[in-house]
């Protein structure tokens, strides 16, 4: 009973390199996003996707990637890495379908990056 | 457009003291409403929904009726312990969003032996 699995949980990169974030769920949901989270800023969506296939932006897209070839996974990728982008990353899932609007989202446990 | 405003924090109170976190939304339409709670270092848990009118999310002694009256779903406890110190997130999710959920930006809760 994974539920949703993020690796790693913390992470020191160098201004312009790039990583990838990785995002797994176990669950057969057809929603999932990634969250960054920023002391007094909450919750802001990066992107997310709907389907395997299918991925959108949310409302701090620049300097990410994504994208969704399965259902279970929905890497991130940062391009270059700069020290703005230092953060706590959240990857959550939901169900959609049915009764779309009495799902809650289920959250990893975080990867924390620091750009330096 | 859809929001959610909580009341800002840090909340500190003693063992035991009753709790209130307060949220307002604005939507259109009939939203489902979202209490999450995030312990220190750990990502967001659900706490309890509601998802009509009047209707009362509860767990873990935590309690938040929907009030459409007053556009509230304020969060409740009637005795809080040391181990309910973390954040907590009040979130909005309405139909034709494309499942995103709307989030107010979190009350820490801070509570004293």
């Known amino acids: 009973n994974a539920g949703v699995t993020q690796t790693p949980k913390f992470q020191v990169l160098k201004t312009g390199q790039s990583m990838t974030l990785q995002c797994a769920q176990d669950?057969?949901?057809?929603?999932m996003s990634w969250y960054r989270q920023d002391p007094g800023m909450g919750l802001r969506l990066i992107h997310y996707s709907v389907g395997a296939g299918i991925t959108d932006q949310g409302e701090v897209p620049n300097g990410y990637n994504v994208s969704r070839s399965t259902t279970e996974d929905f890497p991130l990728r940062l391009l270059s890495a700069a020290p703005s982008q230092t953060s706590v990353y959240f990857c959550?899932?939901?169900?959609?379908?049915?009764?779309?609007?009495?799902?809650?989202?289920?959250f990893g446990s975080g990867t924390r990056l620091t750009v330096v | 457009g859809n929001s959610v405003t909580q009341m800002e924090g840090p909340v500190t109170l003693s063992e035991e003291a009753f709790l209130t976190i307060n949220c307002t939304y604005t939507?259109?339409?009939?939203?489902?409403l979202f209490w999450y709670v995030q312990y220190p270092g750990e990502g967001l848990q659900l706490l309890l929904k509601a998802t009509k009118a009047d209707d009362k999310g509860s767990n873990k002694g935590f309690e938040a009726t929907y009030r459409k009256e007053t556009t509230s779903f304020h969060l409740e406890k009637g005795s809080v312990q040391v181990s309910d110190s973390a954040v907590y997130f009040c979130a909005l999710l309405n139909a034709g969003n494309n499942r995103k959920l709307i989030w107010g930006l979190g009350t820490s809760l801070a509570v004293n032996p």
């Open positions: 669950m057969n949901h057809e929603y």
């Open positions: 959550a899932s939901s169900k959609t379908g049915t009764g779309g609007l009495n799902y809650g989202y289920t």
């Open positions: 939507a259109t339409g009939y939203p489902s």
